[in-house]
């Protein structure tokens, strides 16, 4: 069976069992692992993207989950990318075959603004530990590559205003009726051939996640480092990402209660200088990761 026939259904099996299944060094959910990503154990993943080549920061609008559903909305929440270039297949889970290539990486985020990570990791939200939030994380790896999205601030101008409206309607249908993350409505017919249902794919967001752990991750092949195919893919790359902001039981939502839905399209379009050859290798990025991971560190130690 070829490798990617293999990828393809480990993918589909991911998608359908995201809350159940594991990969080696990854937990066991709330980090969506596709590509060949998967070749590789979370801490070697995290220390790679830490000091990416190619960035993309965009501004949702979210809210203060310190507080309990529904609260009111507030800005300072960050959809992210972070795509690094040039990862050593010397670093993967099985590198005994290593032969001196590199895989380009692609790491989303989405990270609450310090309030309400600071709120989060008093010793009184701690403690409660029952927070009535429940958010659905949608990913929509089908995006398009396409140069005329790097000015429009995540509003996904590639997707026709009736499509958007419609699909983060459906969604919103869709959870109030059953708050289940995973059961996805049928994308809407005005969205035509723009989003395939088959390459959406969803995760509960993870509270802990809030100080921006990964929601997905994703690899391209093995390359030679001075092909810059995978590279120049993965900037002009945009992520549409659907975010449900629900509740759970614990919140006694009354009928009717409808979850606030928001799409927003994602890409890495500001490439570090000296970056559009990947040149920069793993270990000249180390010394920024190390610091970058450090701070991390701390903050998912607030939640412990």
């Known amino acids: 069976m070829a490798d990617h026939t293999r990828r393809s259904i480990f993918t589909i099996g991911l998608c359908i069992s995201t809350a159940v299944l594991a990969l080696p060094g990854w937990p066991a959910q709330g980090t969506i692992v596709q590509g060949n990503a998967i070749q590789f154990d979370q801490t070697t993943w995290d220390r790679n993207l830490a000091q990416p080549n190619a960035t993309g920061n965009f501004s949702i609008t979210g809210f203060d989950l310190s507080q309990g559903f529904p ?3 507030i800005h300072g929440w960050q959809l992210s990318v972070n795509v690094t270039g040039n990862i050593p297949d010397s670093e ?11 895989f380009t990486g692609t790491s989303l985020f989405l990270s609450a603004p ?3 990570v600071s709120a989060m990791s008093s010793s009184d939200a701690r403690d409660a ?8 994380v949608t990913v929509m790896t089908d995006g398009p590559e396409e140069d005329a999205s790097a000015a429009d601030n995540g509003t996904c101008s590639s997707l026709s205003a009736q499509c958007i409206e419609d699909i983060q309607s459906v969604y919103a249908d869709a959870f109030a009726h059953d708050q289940d993350c995973y059961r996805l409505p049928a994308t809407p017919s005005s969205c035509g051939n723009s989003l395939k ?6 995760q509960q967001y993870p509270i802990d996640h809030l100080n921006g752990t990964e929601i997905y991750v994703t690899a391209s092949d093995a390359h030679e480092p001075s092909d810059n195919t995978a590279f120049d893919s993965a900037t002009r790359k945009i992520w549409p990402v659907l975010v449900v902001w629900g509740w759970n039981n614990r919140a006694n939502a009354s ?4 979850p ?3 799409l927003t399209c994602a890409r890495a379009d500001s490439i570090e200088p000296g970056s559009s050859s990947t040149s920069q290798s793993s270990a000249s990025r180390l010394q920024g990761s190390v610091i970058i991971a450090s701070v991390a560190a701390g903050l998912v130690a607030m939640f412990a």
């Not at 530990?129 to 659905?136: D, F, L, P, R, V």
């Open 71 to 73: 609260s009111e909305q």
């Open 92 to 102: 993967t889970l099985n590198n005994k075959s290593a032969s001196g290539k590199v």
């Open 114 to 116: 310090q309030s309400v």
């Open 129 to 136: 530990g029952e927070t009535t939030w429940k958010i659905c």
């Open 197 to 202: 249902q088959a390459n959406l794919t969803t």
């Open 255 to 258: 009928d009717g209660t409808k």
């Open 260 to 262: 606030t839905v928001q």
